[in-house]
């Protein structure tokens, strides 16, 4: 069975299977804070070829703090980020969790980029951390 998310409109939709989903991380860097309004994203790692999403999705690219070339994918009619890529790990997806329909299994199991956690959006201590990204 496949989970299924979307964006705030359903413009957008998706699918993958949750058996195939490598992990799951609280992402902290500056990008994903101004990207999601908040402290962070709670994002999914997801291979490429597992990973199926119906409508338009706008795309905006972005040079990360890394040096990295990330393209962002969200909804141009909602504006919601669904999802997101690097030019460096084209065998990969991250998937904004929260727009799971169902999202009650994510279990994130890290942090990243915790130099640059807010202090009113701290990260969990209970999480192993990067400063920065980890090397995938």
Known sequence: MRDTGSCLCGQLTYSLTREHVIS??????KDCQRATGSGKATILIVPTDDFEYRGEAK??????????????EF?????SQVFSHMEETPHLRFVKAGTLDDAGWV???????????ESWS???EALPGTERNPVL
């Not at 799951?24 to 860097?29: L, R």
């Open 59 to 72: 795309r905006h690219r972005v040079i990360g703090a890394d040096g990295g070339h990330v393209w962002r």
């Open 107 to 117: 279990v994130p199991v890290s942090s990243f980029w915790t130099s640059t956690a």
């Open 24 to 29: 799951a991380h609280h992402c902290h860097c």
């Open 122 to 124: 701290p990260a969990d």
């Open 75 to 79: 909804c141009p009619t909602c504006g």
